[in-house]
């Protein structure tokens, strides 16, 4: 009977050993939560939790996509053009989205300068017609500090029913989910284009 309490003993000693070992060398879902928004770079290792929203997967994006009313918004960065490419190529990307999503390319940031702060919260304001218990879904690719930004930003504007889907536009695809081609949303995007020419 010692020897299996020992036994056990060491198991689990082992088991915290090996946890704490996998936190330290990272992955998704092994970042701590910070405080505030995230002013880091956008790529790299989130937390596995946001406080004041939940945390969904492909299913329950699925559910909320079907059921309609939500507002879906996808912060994925645009694509940039190959350095390989020659000058002369056609250049010509499309963003594939959620269907129904709004697209702020550049709004993944922690540090935005305060006018496009300003105008994302009032873009959004418009979007759920100022009801903040209308469910808002924040997504962009995994590991991107961007959704969980965007997840923060509504939830410390007020909004109740925030989701933050970390899986992202990769995970839906890998769904095999459907998706349609989205522009960037024209107020921000219109916003964002006349401070970069100040």
């Known amino acids: 009977m010692i ?21 330290a060398a990272g992955g998704s879902g092994s970042a701590p939560e910070p405080e ?8 790299g290792y989130t937390p596995s939790t946001l406080k004041g929203a939940a945390v969904i997967d ?7 996509v079907d059921k309609g009313g939500a507002v879906f ?3 994925t960065e645009p ?17 594939r989205s959620i269907p129904g999503a709004v697209w702020f390319p550049g709004a993944a940031p922690g540090d935005l300068p305060p006018a496009h ?5 009032k873009r959004v304001e418009t979007l759920t017609g100022g ?26 504007w007020g909004y109740t029913k925030v989701s933050w889907f970390p899986e992202g536009i990769d995970g839906w695809q890998k769904a095999d989910r459907d998706t349609e081609v989205v522009p ?8 964002t284009k006349q401070e970069a020419g100040r």
């Open 3 to 23: 020897v299996s309490a020992m036994r056990s003993l060491a198991l689990a000693a082992f088991a915290a050993v090996a946890l704490v070992s996998a936190a």
């Open 36 to 43: 505030g928004l995230w002013t880091g770079p956008i790529p």
């Open 58 to 64: 492909v299913a329950a994006a699925g559910s909320l």
């Open 73 to 75: 918004i996808d912060v």
């Open 79 to 95: 694509d940039h053009k190959p350095a390989a490419l020659p000058p002369t190529a056609l250049w010509r990307p499309q963003h």
């Open 117 to 121: 702060e300003d105008a994302l919260k």
């Open 131 to 156: 009801d903040k218990a209308k469910p808002v879904v924040a997504f962009c690719h995994p590991d991107c500090w961007g959704s969980w930004n965007m997840g923060k930003r509504l939830v410390t």
């Open 184 to 191: 960037a949303d024209p107020d921000w995007a219109a916003v």
